[in-house]
C-alpha cells in the first residue's frame, strides 16, 4: 500500500514553490492590476486573458471556464498527475525530501505511474548521453560533426547514442529498480521473445523534454545500412508522451518566444539545433507528425496572442515540404498572430543552409517577409490555367475563401486587391465583393469557415448565425447580479484581505448572504475557523478554506473570489466598513420585513402577550437598522 504523503510536507511544498514561476512555465503573464497576472488560459481556447494567478495568495482562477485552484491544483490539471505525483514533483524542483506515513523513506514502490515513467526517461537520457563518447558511437559522432554540431552542441541539446545490443537500456534500468512492466509502459523497451528488449538500438538519440523540461520521449536517427527501420523514430504514444502535444526544443525556447512575441517552427530536431546555434532561439519543431491544432495551444499561451504576435514556419521547398505548408496554412486563424513562411535558397533547410552560409544565413531566413495566406494563395492559383476566363474564374472560387479567413478587415481588402492582380482580373472590385461575400456567409455558418453559399442564399435574405455557446457551469444564479454586487466584495474582502474585515466578518451568519453559493462560501470560511485565521497566515487560511469546500463549484467559487480585482480604487478599512455594512443593513431590514409580516398575522390571533415580545423585537431591530446607517460600521 503506497504510504501517505506527510501533512506537514505537502504544506511545505505548498509555500516553498511560487504559483506564479510554476504556471509561467506553461504560459506567458502580464500584470492584471492589484499585484495579480493575466494571460491566455490553457485549459480552454480564449482569445483574450481571462486566467488570474494571484502570488500574494498562490491562487490561480480563469473566469472563462471557472477552473481554479492553488499551484497543486494547477499541475495535477494541466499535466494529468495525480496528487501525490504533483507533489512529489513539486518537491524535488523545490528540494524538499518528503516523509511517508505509513511506508517509510520515499520508496519506490510508492512513487505514482507517471513519475516512475518520467525517472525512467531521465535515466535514459543520461544513459544515451554517455554512450556518446564511447568507441561504438563513432558514427553518432560523426553525423553531428558532418552537420556543423560539436560536443559542446550535443551537450547542451542533450543528444546521446543507443548501444547496438538487445538490451543494453534495459538491463541498465533494471538495475535502477525499474520493472518490465514500466520499462514496457515507458515505450523504452518493447516485447523480444526472451523479455524485454531495447527499442532504440545504434541510433543517434534526442531526448524529447516537454514545456516544463522534463524528458517524456526520444527520436532517433538511423545510422548504420543494417538497419532496416525508419530513418527516424520516435518514442510510441505512451502516458507521459503525445507528439501532438509536444514539441522539440520548447523547453528552450519559451522564454525567449514570450519576450520576443516570435516562434519560428521548422521541420527537424537538427533544424532546432542549427537556428539555436546560430542566435535563433525561438525555434522549436513537431516530433514525427504535422504541426496542428494542439500544437497552436502551446504556443498562442506563450505568445499570448498579441497583436504584435509572429509566427515563421520554414519548410523545404519541395512538395512534401509545400504540402505541410497549405496543412499549417488550414489551422492559420486559430492564431492570433501573423503568420510567416520561409523558405530557403535550393530547397536548403535550416541545418544545411548553416553548413552552406554560415549564423547569418539562417537569422535572414527566418526574418518574416512572406505571409502564409500570400503563399497558399500562389499554390493555389499555380494549379489554374490563367491565361483563360474560366481558369481566372476558378481559381477565384478556390482562393476567394482563404482571403476571406483573414481577420483584420483592412488587411483582407488589401490582400483581396492583391489576389485579382495576381489572378490577372481587372476588375478589383469583383474580386473584393466576392470575398466579402464569402466572408459573410462563413458568419452566417456560425463562423464554422468558409465555404460555399447555403442552397437558398439569396440577396437580401435574412441571416441567422447559430446559438452563442452555452455559458461555463457553475452556480445556477447569476451571481454577478447587482443585487449580489456587495455580498461577492464582502467575500473578496475577507479571501483576499480577512485583516480589514475581521473579527467583524465572523459575526456574520451564512444566512446574511441572500445567493445560496454565497451562503455556501461564507460556511466554509467559517469551518475553516473564520477571517481572522487569514490574518496570520493567509495562504494557510485560503488552503483550509479550500479543503472545506463542499463539492467543485464551490471550489471554483472560491478560487474566483479570491483572485478577482476589487471594484474600489483604495481597498481600506473605510471600504471594507461600508461593506460589512450594507451586508448587515440588508439583512436587518429583510428580518424586519419578516416580524412585521409576523406582526400582521398576530394582530388578529389573540395573543397580546406573543405579539408585544414580537413588536420589542421589531423596535429593536429598527433602531439597530438606524444606528448602522447613521454610525457605519462603529455601530456593527
Known amino acids: 500500500m503506497a504510504g501517505r504523503i506527510n501533512d506537514d510536507d505537502v504544506k511545505a511544498v505548498r ?28 485549459f480552454h481556447d480564449e482569445k483574450s486573458p481571462s486566467f488570474q494567478v494571484s502570488p500574494s495568495k498562490g491562487l490561480f482562477h480563469c473566469f472563462g471556464c471557472q477552473e481554479g485552484g492553488d499551484t497543486i491544483a494547477f499541475v495535477m490539471k494541466i499535466d494529468h498527475l495525480s496528487f501525490s505525483e504533483t507533489i512529489e514533483r513539486l518537491a524535488a524542483q523545490a528540494g524538499i525530501t518528503l516523509r511517508y506515513e505509513e511506508g517509510g523513506y520515499n ?32 558514427t553518432g559522432r560523426k553525423f553531428l560533426a558532418e552537420r556543423g554540431f560539436d560536443q ?30 514500466e520499462l514496457l509502459l515507458s515505450g523504452l523497451s518493447q516485447d523480444g521473445r526472451r523479455g524485454p528488449i531495447d527499442r532504440f538500438r545504434g541510433r543517434l538519440m534526442w531526448p524529447i523534454r516537454d514545456i516544463s523540461g522534463e524528458v517524456v520521449g526520444f527520436g532517433a536517427r538511423k545510422l548504420r545500412d ?66 496542428g491544432g494542439d500544437h497552436i495551444k502551446i504556443l498562442r499561451r506563450l505568445l499570448m496572442d498579441n497583436g504584435s504576435a509572429r509566427v515563421i514556419f520554414t519548410f523545404d521547398g519541395d512538395a512534401a515540404g509545400q504540402k505541410a505548408a497549405l496543412r499549417a496554412f488550414e ?49 493555389i492559383v499555380s494549379r489554374y490555367d490563367l491565361e483563360t476566363p474560366a481558369g481566372r ?52 455558418r456560425g463562423g464554422r469557415g468558409p465555404a460555399g453559399p447555403p442552397a437558398d442564399a439569396r440577396p437580401g435574405a435574412p441571416s441567422y448565425g447559430t446559438p452563442a455557446p452555452a455559458a461555463p457551469s457553475g452556480p445556477a444564479l447569476n451571481l454577478r447580479n447587482p443585487v449580489y454586487s456587495t455580498e461577492r466584495e464582502l467575500l473578496k474582502l475577507a479571501l483576499q484581505r480577512p485583516e480589514l474585515v475581521s473579527p467583524a466578518f465572523d459575526a456574520y451568519g451564512a444566512d446574511e448572504f441572500t445567493a445560496p453559493p454565497y451562503a455556501m462560501v461564507r460556511q466554509c470560511i467559517d469551518d475553516a475557523g473564520g477571517a481572522e485565521q487569514g490574518v496570520s497566515d493567509p495562504r494557510e487560511y485560503l488552503a483550509r478554506v479550500l479543503d472545506a ?40 431590514d429583510r428580518r424586519i420585513q419578516d416580524i412585521a409580516s409576523t ?35 462603529d455601530a456593527l
Open 15 to 42: 509555500d516553498a514553490v511560487p504559483i506564479d514561476a510554476v504556471v509561467s512555465e506553461y504560459l506567458q503573464l502580464r500584470s492584471a492590476g492589484g499585484g495579480n497576472l493575466k494571460g491566455l488560459c490553457p
Open 107 to 138: 520508496p519506490a514502490g510508492q512513487r505514482g505511474e507517471r513519475t516512475r515513467l518520467v525517472e525512467a526517461h531521465k535515466i535514459a537520457a543520461q544513459f544515451y548521453a554517455e554512450q556518446l563518447s564511447g568507441a561504438e558511437a563513432e
Open 152 to 181: 559542446a552542441a550535443a551537450e547542451h541539446f542533450g543528444v546521446g547514442y543507443s548501444p547496438a545490443g538487445w538490451d543494453h537500456l534495459t538491463r541498465y534500468l533494471r538495475g535502477k529498480g525499474f520493472t518490465d512492466k
Open 226 to 291: 543494417d538497419d532496416n527501420g525508419p530513418k527516424y523514430l520516435n518514442t510510441p504514444e505512451t502516458a507521459i508522451y503525445k507528439k501532438s502535444q509536444v514539441l522539440y526544443g520548447v523547453d528552450l525556447a519559451k522564454k525567449d518566444i514570450a519576450k520576443a512575441s516570435r516562434a519560428v517552427v521548422v521541420e527537424g530536431y537538427t533544424d532546432v539545433m542549427a537556428c539555436h546555434l546560430a542566435g535563433v532561439t525561438t525555434a522549436i519543431a513537431t516530433c514525427g507528425t504535422a504541426f
Open 331 to 379: 489551422d492559420d486563424q486559430k492564431f492570433a498572430a501573423e503568420t510567416y513562411i520561409a523558405i530557403a535558397p535550393d530547397n536548403m533547410d535550416p541545418c544545411e543552409l548553416r553548413l552552406a552560409k554560415g549564423d547569418e544565413a539562417v537569422q535572414d531566413l527566418v526574418e518574416p517577409r512572406t505571409p502564409l495566406f500570400e503563399f497558399a494563395i500562389r499554390q
Open 393 to 444: 474564374g476558378a481559381a477565384l472560387d478556390e482562393a476567394a475563401p482563404i482571403v476571406a479567413r483573414i481577420k483584420n478587415g483592412a488587411s483582407q481588402h488589401e490582400v483581396a486587391v492583391q489576389l485579382a492582380g495576381i489572378l490577372g482580373i481587372l476588375d478589383t472590385q469583383f474580386v473584393v465583393k466576392r470575398v466579402s461575400q464569402v466572408a459573410r456567409w462563413a458568419r452566417d
Open 549 to 588: 469546500v463542499p463539492d467543485d463549484s464551490v471550489r471554483k467559487l472560491v478560487t474566483e473570489l479570491a483572485v478577482e480585482v476589487f471594484r474600489g480604487r483604495t481597498i481600506d478599512e473605510l471600504y471594507a466598513g461600508h461593506h460589512l455594512v450594507q451586508v448587515r443593513v440588508r439583512a436587518v
Open 599 to 633: 406582526l400582521t398575522r398576530l394582530a388578529s390571533s389573540g395573543d397580546p402577550e406573543r405579539y408585544a415580545a414580537v413588536q420589542n423585537d421589531l423596535w429593536v431591530l429598527q433602531q439597530y437598522g438606524q444606528a448602522l446607517r447613521t454610525r457605519g460600521a
